[in-house]
C-alpha cells in the first residue's frame, strides 16, 4: 500500500510537461515562433472543434495570434453581457459557466469546463456578439 499507481504518475507529468511546452511557446509572439512551434499549436487546435474545422490556413493564422493570459482563482473572465471578441481553450485549471435569470436575478451554474474544452466561440462566428454566460 502507499506506492502510487506509475502510469498515472507518468501521464500526469507528460501531461504537465506538454503544457508547460505550449506555456512557453505562448509565451512568444507570433513573429517568433517557428514552424515547430506552430507544429505544436496546430495539435492542439486538432482537439478544439470550431478551430478543427477552419482550413489548414486559417489555423496557422490563428496560432500566430494565440496569446497565454493567467487568471487568478474567482476572476472572472467574462461577463454575461459584454461583447465577445475572444475565444478561449483552457490549458490548465478550471472555470465556472453561469447565467442569469433576468426575471429572479438569480444566478444558475450552467456547467464547469475544464482542461482541454473551450469557451466564447459565439465571438468567433458572429461579430458584434453579447455574451450570454459569466465565466469565472
Known amino acids: ?10 501521464m500526469r507529468e507528460v ?3 506538454q503544457r508547460d511546452v505550449k506555456l512557453k511557446i505562448l509565451a512568444k509572439s507570433g513573429e517568433e515562433r517557428d514552424e515547430d512551434d506552430l507544429k505544436i499549436l496546430l495539435e492542439t487546435t486538432n482537439k478544439i ?7 489548414l490556413e486559417t489555423r496557422i493564422e490563428v496560432c500566430k495570434l494565440l496569446e497565454v493570459v493567467m487568471m487568478p482563482t474567482g476572476s472572472v473572465v467574462f461577463q ?27 444566478q444558475s451554474v450552467l456547467c464547469h469546463l475544464y482542461s482541454g474544452h473551450s469557451f466564447g466561440e459565439l465571438a468567433m462566428q458572429k461579430a458584434n456578439t453579447l455574451r450570454m454566460a459569466t465565466v469565472t
Open 80 to 106: 454575461e453581457g459584454d461583447k465577445g471578441d475572444t475565444f478561449f481553450s483552457i490549458l490548465s485549471g478550471s472555470v465556472v459557466v453561469t447565467h442569469k435569470d433576468h426575471s429572479t436575478g438569480r
Open 49 to 55: 472543434d470550431i478551430l478543427r474545422k477552419m482550413p
Open 1 to 10: 500500500m502507499g506506492v502510487s499507481n506509475p502510469v498515472i504518475a507518468s
Open 15 to 17: 501531461s504537465r510537461q
